[in-house]
């Protein structure tokens, strides 16, 4: 599980990027004319050695915080800030899904089935919380704030004053919100909210995949897909540690027909949300 959607955004470090490489020389020349050594301006921020070792090598996302010390330690005159805010890597999603991520964001329609988390643009922070504690490796502190931070911040995708407004789909499986991941409060928490975002948002659909379907189109797994301003499809299909773009057009003809079929299995979406609010009222 990645991205937005489930727990552990990725196997290992990021992708050393060109723009995280370049803010790493520049911190590093920075660290030397100040006569520190990695250990010792560790001490100083305080970030861990490995930390600062990983932001020299390109390997992690500088937080804002630790620009502002390093800012601070350094006397940088501005140059780190500067540097800081051409960082094309986006902390928080793992490395296969942030060309996705692109397409997600300038997305008119965007269709999800999900038949293992709540998507991760209807997570609650609480929910994404105990997601990610559920699935090793756990996370440290840090690495769990940029992935929450990161979620959450996609959620502005719903809103409803966009130019024009992106045209939600999502199907969700009955047993992924029975499965009451982390509780009863961060499940309850969840209803309300998912309950809020149907009534409040009219560019979104929701559908709960009932817990008995015999005949059921999505036995392959979760799939994603997009619709670009200029009416181009794409498709996204993903699974343990891995994630696939699909541009080929047999292909995304083949995940249209599945998930037009997954739209007629599914409750409808006034039947889904009666059975949200019970589900919430059964708690």
Known sequence: ??????????????????????????????????????????????????????????????????????????DAFGALRGAARHLSRQPGLASWFRQWAKFEAEAVSLYTYECRVVPGLLQTKAYARAVSFS??????????????????????LLATNRKPPTAFSFIV???????????????????DHLVGVVERHWNVEFQLMPLRQPVHAGLDGPLRLAETADNCWFGYSEGQENGRLITDAKEISLLHQRYAKMR??????????GLLKRMRGAL
């Open 1 to 74: 599980m990645t991205d937005g959607t489930g727990g552990v955004p990725g196997g290992g470090e990021p992708e050393v990027s060109d723009s995280l490489k370049t803010f790493g020389e520049v911190f590093k020349a920075f660290r030397k004319r100040a006569g520190l050594t990695q250990e010792e301006f560790a001490e100083r921020v305080p970030y861990s050695v490995q930390t600062v070792a990983k932001i020299e090598q390109g390997r992690r996302f500088p937080q804002p915080d630790f620009v502002e010390r390093a800012e601070e330690v350094l």
């Open 135 to 156: 699935v090793p490796p756990l996370p440290d502190e840090e690495a769990l704030s940029e992935r929450i931070a990161a979620r959450l911040a996609r959620q502005d």
């Open 173 to 191: 499986e009955q047993a992924v919100l029975e499965r009451h991941t982390g509780g009863t409060d961060v499940t309850r928490e969840l209803y």
């Open 264 to 273: 007629s299995q599914a409750l409808t979406p006034e039947d889904s949300l």
